[in-house]
Every structure is written in structure tokens, then in C-alpha cells.
């Protein structure tokens, strides 16, 4: 069973950092695109990032210049390395896998809390 745990959420000041990890077990991780999605209370869930199997990334315009996504396929795990964090970052923030042949899978999702 795929399997996709994240880890390294919690709760920061505004302006600084936290890096999220996402550990991947049971799938082909290096042929899945990978990607972080955030939710906040009463809001929809959004694209954070994503990083194709090639390495090319995206982001969303509200993260863009403070967030870098990042894989490490021989540990099958991806990072979000966040700095300049604000409030309005606050959310659960997911791990998603996706592949047009392996299909979609998400994680459990980490808290990131950002407030005095």
C-alpha cells in the first residue's frame, strides 16, 4: 500500500522557517510528479508546489521567491524548505504523489501554524 508520511510542521514565528518532508513508501517515486497542497480552516485546498520527475518546479504566486520544493529520489522523499513565513501561511499542508500510470496519492497532511 502506498504510503506517503510528512513530517516537520509546527508552529513559528512570522519571518521564520520550516522544512517539510514527505517520505514515500510503496510506489516508483522517481517517476511521480510531487507536489505540496495547503488547506486552511473554512478555505478550499491549493497548490503550493509541485517538482516533475525531471526536476522542474512550479509554484503558486503567494509562495513564489520564499518556498523551494526539492526531491531526493535514492530516499524517496521531497521537501518544502519555507522561509519568510506569515500568518496568512498558516495551514495543513499535504504531500501529494502523481503519475498519469500510478495514479494520485496524498499524505495525512502537518500543521504549520505561523504566529507571534
Known amino acids: 500500500q502506498v504510503q506517503l508520511v510528512e513530517s516537520g510542521g509546527g508552529l513559528v514565528q512570522p519571518g521564520g522557517s520550516l522544512r517539510l518532508s514527505c517520505a514515500a513508501s510503496?510506489?516508483?517515486?522517481?517517476?511521480?510528479?510531487m507536489g505540496w497542497y495547503r488547506q486552511a480552516p473554512g478555505e478550499q485546498r491549493e497548490l503550493v508546489a509541485t517538482?516533475?520527475?525531471?526536476?522542474?518546479?512550479n509554484y503558486s504566486d503567494s509562495v513564489k521567491g520564499r518556498f523551494t520544493i526539492s526531491r531526493q529520489n535514492a530516499k524517496n522523499t521531497v521537501f518544502l524548505q519555507m522561509n519568510s513565513l506569515k500568518p496568512e501561511d498558516t495551514a495543513v499542508y499535504y504531500c501529494?504523489?502523481?503519475?498519469?500510470?500510478?495514479?494520485?496519492?496524498w499524505g495525512q497532511g502537518t500543521q504549520v501554524t505561523v504566529s507571534q
Open positions: 517538482i516533475t520527475r525531471f526536476g522542474s518546479t
Open positions: 510503496n510506489i516508483i517515486f522517481r517517476i511521480y510528479t
Open positions: 501529494n504523489a502523481h503519475s498519469g500510470v500510478g495514479g494520485d496519492w
